[in-house]
């Protein structure tokens, strides 16, 4: 049902485009024979309506991923440096938030561990939205900032690692099967900022699958049932990209083996001093206005990873 109301979005956005652009043909006819500087305008704000309508779809087209179209689910992990990469990874988590926020898509954050003083050292979030897993794989990898340290006595320069994961909600779609026998559970209370707990009763989840060594809490939800079913949507969701990584390793089209969150290995960098610049290694797309994209405007960078990778994975 899911998958038949996506298509019939789809075809009810290509009819309607098609009725407009008969309706300017024929408004267009008609100033052949009359000139109407009121038509005219309206003619003109139809053509510039339609080209926008016409590269959205055409930028639906760069997805080449089969479950592009699909909820994400976006892990944020802090680097080797503390506090430092502890506040990165937050700064992250907020710009993916407002990024979400902008772009319509509802976000709810799964599991969160504080960090110590300030940030996170991880935090899952999912990410509900049309192509949001698409959107979302242009920012797998780990993210690099170079800033003066608001931590340090002597305001001295550092450099902070993040690693960003990115996966499909798969939901029931596929079946992924989960022995009882694999699984070890762990359950304890969730805990807010400062580490305090925000329940009185053991909520929140943890799983280990033990062949796999995979780790996953969620703390979200208020009863241990809804806590447990998340957690396994998650491990459903890292297995499958575990298996298809295994068997499609060589096109690189998942994240494929961990990287480690650290030099050498950055996809992005984010430079606050001694000037301001965001740069994409894989792309070379750049932009000097670091606030705007702290503040959740990736679709620049995003559009720009997607277009490079057109033909890349033939």
């Known amino acids: ?3 038949l109301s996506r298509l019939s979005e789809e075809v009810a956005r290509w009819e309607d485009m098609r009725g407009r652009v008969h309706d300017a043909m024929d408004l267009a006819e008609l100033l052949v024979t009359e000139t109407d500087d009121t038509l005219v305008a309206e003619l003109t704000k139809d053509i510039e ?4 309508a ?54 709810s954050i799964l599991a969160r561990t504080e960090g110590e003083g300030a940030g996170v050292k991880s935090v899952t979030v999912e990410v ?21 340290s608001p931590f340090d006595a002597a305001h001295r320069r550092h450099t902070s690692f993040a690693l960003v994961e990115v996966l499909p909600d798969i939901g029931d779609e596929i079946d992924i099967q989960v022995s009882t026998d694999e699984l070890r559970m762990d359950y304890y209370r969730a805990s807010g900022h400062g580490g305090q707990n925000v329940q009185k009763n053991d909520t929140a989840v943890r799983l280990t699958h033990l062949p796999t060594g995979i780790v996953v809490t969620c703390q979200n939800e ?26 499609e390793a060589e096109k690189a089209k998942l994240k494929g083996e961990h990287v480690e969150a650290g030099w050498g290995n950055q996809i992005r960098s984010y430079v606050l001093h001694p000037y301001n610049m965001v740069k994409d290694h894989r792309t070379g797309h750049e932009t000097g206005n670091t ?6 405007n990736l679709d620049p960078f995003i559009e720009s990873y997607l277009r490079s990778r057109v033909g890349a994975e033939e």
């Open 222 to 247: 208020r009863s241990q049932v809804q806590n447990r079913e998340t957690a396994m949507k998650i491990l459903r969701a890292r297995l499958y990209d575990l298996e298809r990584a295994r068997q």
């Open 1 to 3: 049902m899911r998958e």
């Open 128 to 148: 509900r939205g049309r192509y949001a897993y698409g959107r979302l794989l242009a920012e797998r990898g780990v993210h690099r900032l170079v800033r003066l």
């Open 54 to 107: 016409l590269a959205r779809e055409e930028f639906q087209l760069l997805f080449s991923d089969e479950h592009a179209s699909k909820d994400a689910i976006l892990a944020i992990h802090a680097g080797a440096g503390g506090t430092e990469s502890q506040d990165w990874a937050e700064m992250l988590l907020r710009m993916y938030l407002r990024w979400a926020e902008q772009q319509g898509f509802g976000t």
């Open 49 to 52: 309506d339609l080209e926008g």
């Open 291 to 296: 606030g705007a994209v702290l503040d959740g």
